[in-house]
């Protein structure tokens, strides 16, 4: 075989070896991330759990009080539990894609190796965005989602709050505005496999599963 060909067919191997183990690294990079989530949103739970528990019922009064004027102010912020160093405001699910994941209250890139974390927002001010790595069981599935498909997040006093999909687009990374200020009560969001566009899902509030409002 010719000098030259022989140099073709290795650069072709190394190419196809460097590929290969590219592949290994992200599939491991995958199911550690699927472990980690697991044991974080059992932590989660436990710690939800164990606060309805220890949390005593708010006191009722049977004496009618005056009303007070009422004054817009700006959201309270969210329960945070601390765990492991990090601080989780509750958990996500998305019944369509079986996932069930704890959500972190900020978010860096070191943080989002381990779970989804809150960018800014809410459930108070339905203003919720959730951002997540592109693993298989984080948010690497987004796209997969329909419309109509209920996801759930629980904060850490154990309320429920139920969205449906409204919405599911692919954004360029500098659409920030379109992201973090869209009108919609929670946003979900990663990025794509090369990095170079965001999937983002709209979701609004809707009736949580079973409890549809009867028509008159």
């Known amino acids: 075989m010719p000098k030259k060909g022989i140099a073709i067919a290795a650069l072709g191997a190394v190419l196809i070896l460097s590929a290969l183990l590219l592949f ?16 974080l949103v059992q932590r989660v739970e436990a710690e939800i759990r164990e606060k309805a528990q220890t949390v005593p ?21 969210m329960p945070v539990t601390v765990l492991n160093g990090y601080g989780y ?6 019944p369509a894609q079986w996932l069930k994941l704890a959500v972190m ?23 919720l965005v959730i951002a997540a790595h592109n693993y298989d069981s984080h948010f690497g599935r987004l796209k997969n989602l329909n419309p ?24 360029s990374p500098e659409s920030v505005d379109a992201v973090l200020h869209s009108g919609h009560d929670l946003v979900l969001y990663t990025c794509t496999k ?23």
């Open 24 to 39: 290994l690294h992200n599939r491991q990079e995958d199911i550690r991330a699927g472990q980690e989530a697991e044991s």
């Open 57 to 77: 019922p708010a006191e009722t009064t049977a004496e009618t009080q005056p009303e007070e004027e009422v004054i817009e102010t700006e959201p309270p912020e």
């Open 89 to 94: 405001i509750g958990y996500l699910e998305i």
């Open 105 to 127: 209250s900020e978010w860096d890139y070191n943080r989002l190796r381990l779970s989804p974390c809150r960018q800014c927002g809410t459930t108070y001010g339905d203003d």
């Open 148 to 171: 109509g498909d209920l996801v759930t997040f629980t904060d850490m006093d154990g309320v429920v709050n139920t969205y449906s999909v409204t919405e599911i687009d692919t954004v």
């Open 194 to 216: 090369g990095g170079k566009t965001r999937v983002t899902v709209f979701c609004d509030r809707a009736e949580p599963a079973g409890e549809e409002t009867a028509e008159p």
